[in-house]
């Protein structure tokens, strides 16, 4: 039988054989499997995996993977109004014109060669965030809203040495399965509930399980279910009074007509810039934000970086850098406040220029609008017979529907209404089992009258 001819791989360098040969000489080992004699050969994989062949030429692997893209349904093409997490909403050119700029996008660390323009870049970040929210210090984005709110936890855990959170009221079960996992090894996590006719937190539970063990109350306003929270500041009374610090998670874009969390009593706000100029994406473009108070207690807590502007050595000249660099992983791992790896800072990048396109006035009328829209939209969704809208209070962008009457279940009701080109609400059933036959639905700016109209009568069909 002819000896196989050894494949040379177009997109892998190095490998052709005899280019092989002298690399494995010249560091003295005989072949590459040589080079894993440390990993016991049990544990390796043995055979040849169950791939297709390799494509050989460019053009064959673009119109594969364009035949791949192809397969997928985009919001642009369905009316989205699903939520929970991550949210259609509106990016402009511009934003992405300037992310996608060289010196960003491909920026990732190394003071030489991009530091310095990504400093500045951040630092307006943080200061057009730290306006919005009314905060002095805001960190550079991390992961996701659920790491800022389990970071923030943390930090209150550490500035007030107490081992106990409360978290208050409706929260994302997957949020809430971070928040556990962050907390497991130093702190005790409590949870309180919601009024069920309300959707708002439960302030009488939440009043019997505060203690002087507890570090923190964190709630969101809005909340998971979209609900908002007019008790802001009794909450963050009721907080202090034991002790506790008071940490509010908020959805930025709200803040364009609701008070900032700082204005009634929060110590940390957190949450998420992926409604601030960034795309969905797979999932998202996510970015947590952690805003506090300028003062020693908090900023050294922080254990993201945060960047500030100092004069330099040159007369007149201003610089862009990390502040208080000693607190973090970077300068000593073992010492650091928690361990930071890779951030989301493009992110935060994108969110800056969106801010700084719309401003104060462009936000108040963005809020305002998607506000009214959600509101418009529960309301002629109750006007379905068998359909309900959970919860009395206010919502802003998302609330629940209630689909118990109707007899049918929230899956086939989404089935239903993709064959519509609809997405619709996501379905709470598994996360809240009070909640069963329910769905978190979701609008934004992006929503038009024709879709909310679409979406009533294909409900009416579906139901009737």
Avoid at 85 to 100: C, F, L, Q, W
Avoid at 336 to 343: D, L, S, W
Wanted: contains cysteine; aromatic residues 10%; charged residues 20%.
């Amino acid at each position: 039988m002819p000896k196989k001819k050894p494949f040379i791989h177009p997109y892998i360098p190095n490998s052709v054989p005899h280019v092989q040969r002298e690399m494995l000489t010249a560091i003295g080992v005989e072949s590459i499997d040589d080079l894993y004699e440390d990993i016991p050969p049990e544990l390796r994989f043995q055979g040849e995996m169950k791939l297709p062949p390799p494509f050989l030429s460019e053009q064959d692997l673009k119109r594969h993977v364009m035949s791949l893209l192809q397969k997928n349904i985009s919001c642009e093409e369905y009316a989205c109004f699903l939520g929970g997490g991550s949210a259609y909403h509106y990016v402009p050119a511009i934003v992405d014109e300037i992310v996608h700029r060289s010196e960003f996008l491909t920026a990732y660390a190394g003071e030489p060669y991009e530091d310095k323009g990504r400093f500045q870049a951040l630092f307006e970040y943080q200061s057009l965030m730290g306006e919005l929210l009314d905060f002095d210090v805001v960190n550079v984005p991390t992961y996701d809203w659920s790491q800022a709110a389990s970071t923030a936890i943390r930090m209150a855990g550490r500035i007030t040495k107490r081992p106990k959170v409360v978290l208050a009221g409706p929260i994302a079960p997957d949020r809430l399965a971070v928040i556990r996992n962050y907390c497991q090894p130093v702190m005790e996590v409590a949870l309180s509930g919601y009024d069920p006719t309300t959707g708002l937190l439960a302030l009488e539970e939440l009043q019997s399980q505060l203690s002087s063990d507890v570090a923190a109350v964190y709630f969101e306003n809005p909340s998971y279910f979209g609900t908002i929270d007019h008790r802001g500041q009794e909450i963050a009374d009721l907080a202090h009074a034991q002790g506790a610090l008071c940490v509010v998670g908020v959805d930025p874009l709200s803040l364009g007509l609701l008070k900032p969390p700082s204005q009634y009593g929060a110590d940390i706000a957190c949450g998420d810039i992926q409604p601030l100029g960034n795309h969905m994406y797979f999932g998202g473009a996510l970015g947590g934000f952690i805003a506090t108070r300028d003062e020693e207690k908090f900023v050294m807590e922080y254990p993201s970086r945060l960047f500030g502007i100092s004069r330099t050595a040159v007369e007149g000249e201003w610089g862009f850098g990390d502040v208080a660099y000693s607190r973090t992983s970077f300068d000593k791992r073992e010492k650091g406040k928690e361990f930071v790896g890779t951030a989301a800072a493009l992110y935060g990048i994108a969110a800056a220029v969106f801010l700084s396109l719309l401003g104060p006035q462009g936000l108040k009328e963005l809020s305002q609008h998607i506000l009214q829209k959600a509101q418009f939209t529960a309301q002629i969704l109750a006007g379905i017979p068998g359909v309900k809208i959970c919860f009395s209070a206010p919502n802003f962008k998302e609330f629940v529907v209630d689909f118990k009457e109707t007899g049918k279940t929230v899956a086939e009701i989404n089935q239903a209404l993709l064959r519509q080109k609809i997405f619709g609400g996501k379905d709470l059933s598994g996360e809240f089992p009070e909640l069963s036959g329910c769905a978190l639905f979701c609008v934004t700016e992006m929503i038009t009258l024709e879709q909310i109209k679409k979406l009533r009568q294909a409900l009416s069909e579906i139901v009737g």
